[in-house]
């Protein structure tokens, strides 16, 4: 096991706006817009959020014309999420 990167992994979900991002885009792939609209946030701190779970390999993005369509890649994230919500 390489204990940085599960450490790296567990930190990017580590906070609760991008717990409640990934959550959501368990669910539905969607763009920034969506998500700035679903979490009340400005577009620059849900950018950074998403920024954080890509670079972690937690998410990947689809260029969909102008947009960029994101969703939760990495199925340990899966795991995790689902054994929170017990």
Do not use: F, W
């Not at 763009?31 to 400005?42: A, C, W």
């Not at 390999?57 to 994230?77: F, P, W």
Request: aromatic content about 2%; charged content about 30%.
């Amino acid at each position: 096991m390489d204990y940085n990167k599960e450490s790296d992994m567990l930190k990017a979900l580590g906070h609760p706006v991008r717990l409640k991002m990934v959550e959501g885009l368990m669910k539905n792939q969607c763009n920034v817009s969506k998500i700035v609209k679903i979490l009340k946030l400005p577009q620059s701190t849900v950018s950074q959020h998403l920024g954080i779970l890509k670079r972690r390999g937690i998410l990947s993005g689809r260029k969909e014309g102008v947009e960029t369509c994101y969703n939760v890649v990495d199925k340990r994230v899966v795991k995790i999420l689902s054994i929170l919500k017990k």
